[in-house]
């Protein structure tokens, strides 16, 4: 009888999995999974220890939904990506794998990890296939005129959306149970050596049933308002499905095949869906960039001049920015959410980037690097694109010369402060009119704040700003 395993990595799900679905499709073969929990490589990476939670409670669901259909889910724990290639050979070798079956992870240090483990099972004859699952379309698929790899996003986003009106990808259903194979045993699945913190499962769910839920429940209701709502942080304007599609809990293809099932016009139309929709083509981008420069994945600046600007060297205020204490109450909100939740609402992940990079005048890549270690939807692409967009190195990103103002930002988005006051509980009796400016509050009206008073000047900062990019680019 033949064996089957499916490797998962990012892939924690039933339904619309490709390599479990291809993995299941001989109804005669015993079909396995692996899931290999590999600490070292994640402290090189950076993984949150709040994702690092929500991948164990999601691996403890997937191991009962798949044990409930015959398919028993193992588990191992090495050090890093080339023991977790030597554990596989073992693997296969122990339990008589005839085929394996496994969704492919575009990151450079991943795509050198599988490439590795399909040249060793190749040697032991081992059938090995690779799908395109964590994407809408396979990075490569869309091109210019000239064959090449788009450098900017809205025609790339344009073409993309004739793909998807050509062709919509579907869905796979989750595999029935397996017969006549029955489970003698569930294997244990033991913690991670690895830092483990809590998240809140109201925001963030757990298990594909509460997955599903709250994608209906966002495309039939919240996505008709998201193009309104979805930059004020004090609403519930977001979907929340980041960490689903990080950790692979949720795939995009249900996603596009849900919102299109409530929102038919979705995909020419105007109005939430289409800017939803839009947010999910961003994220395809910054995927397929990373295949078609690898450099990225080393944290290199895609405009190579932006490599020689004269960072500031006192980490000083990294600590200010990093702890929610810069004087910028929109800025430090959003860091206290950050490090209380492992969350950041995306329109201040902007504002709080461009307040490190354009005003601190500090390197992107250590925003980068903090944000990762805390955010429970850490992934790498979406990340390492929106750093590099807010630090104006990147492909499509904001140019050089545009900076946002952090106090003007504040009154646009949180214009009454009522997201402000829930971080910073400290300014709970400035007006409203005064929230994004206490401090000149506080010393016109004779109060003293437990807050700090603001550690640069914007107009000042800007400035310094200019001339640091402006004397890169002429060199």
């Not at 461009?354 to 250590?366: A, P, T």
């Not at 694109?385 to 930002?409: E, H, K, L, M």
Request: hydrophobic fraction near 40%.
């Amino acid at each position: 009888m033949a064996t089957h395993l499916v490797w998962l990595r990012n892939d924690l799900r039933l339904h619309d999995n490709t390599a479990l679905y291809a993995a299941c499709r001989d109804p005669n073969a015993q079909v396995l999974a692996l899931f290999i929990a590999t600490p070292g490589q994640w402290r090189q990476h950076a993984m949150s220890p709040r994702q690092a939670d929500y991948i164990w409670h999601s691996l403890q669901a997937l191991q009962q939904a798949l044990a409930a259909r015959g398919i028993a889910l193992h588990y191992h724990q090495c050090e890093d990506f080339h023991a977790s290639v030597a554990y596989l050979q073992t693997f296969c070798q122990q339990h008589h794998v005839s085929a394996l079956f496994y969704n492919y992870q575009y990151e450079l240090n991943e795509r050198e990890r599988d490439a590795a483990a399909e040249k060793a099972l190749d040697r032991m004859k081992i059938e090995v296939q690779g799908f395109d699952d964590s994407v809408l379309l396979a990075p490569g698929s869309i091109r210019t005129g000239n064959g090449e790899m788009y450098k900017v996003f809205t025609p790339f986003s344009k073409a993309f959306l004739k793909r998807l009106r050509d062709h919509t990808p579907e869905c796979f259903p989750a595999p029935g149970k397996r017969t006549p194979q029955a489970l003698k045993h569930t294997p244990a699945l033991h913690p991670f050596d690895y830092p483990r913190e809590a998240f809140d499962p109201a925001l963030f769910p757990v298990g594909e049933e509460a997955v599903l839920k709250q994608l209906r429940r966002f495309c039939h209701q919240p996505v008709a308002d998201y193009s309104q709502q979805r930059d004020l942080p004090a609403r519930e304007g977001t979907s929340r499905l980041s960490v689903c599609l990080a950790v692979g809990t949720l795939s995009p293809r249900q996603c596009l095949n849900r919102l299109l099932a409530e929102h038919p016009h979705a995909l020419g139309g105007e109005g939430g869906a289409a800017v939803w929709l839009n947010e999910l083509i961003w994220r395809e981008f910054y995927r397929h960039l990373l295949v078609a420069w690898p450099a990225l994945c080393r944290h290199q600046p895609f405009v190579d001049w932006t490599d020689g600007v004269a960072w500031e060297s006192d980490k000083t205020p990294l600590e200010a920015w990093q702890q929610g204490k810069t004087g910028y109450p929109i800025v430090d909100a959003a860091m206290r959410q950050l490090n209380a939740t492992g969350w950041m609402h995306n329109r201040l992940r902007m504002v709080t980037a461009s307040f490190l990079v354009k005003d601190l005048l500090l390197d992107w890549r250590l925003g980068e690097r903090y944000f990762m270690s805390h955010l429970i939807d850490g992934d790498l692409a979406a990340n390492n694109g929106g750093w590099q967009w807010s630090a104006s190195t990147g492909t499509d990103a904001a140019p050089w010369f545009r900076i946002f103002n952090p106090t003007t930002q504040g009154e646009r988005f949180d214009q009454h402060g009522e997201f402000i006051r829930r971080w910073l509980p400290e300014l709970h009796e400035v007006p409203d009119r005064d929230i994004h400016a206490p401090q000149a509050w506080a010393k016109k009206n004779g109060k003293t704040l437990d807050y700090p008073p603001p550690i640069v000047e914007h107009k000042e900062a800007r400035k310094r700003t200019l001339a640091a990019f402006e004397a890169a680019r002429k060199r």
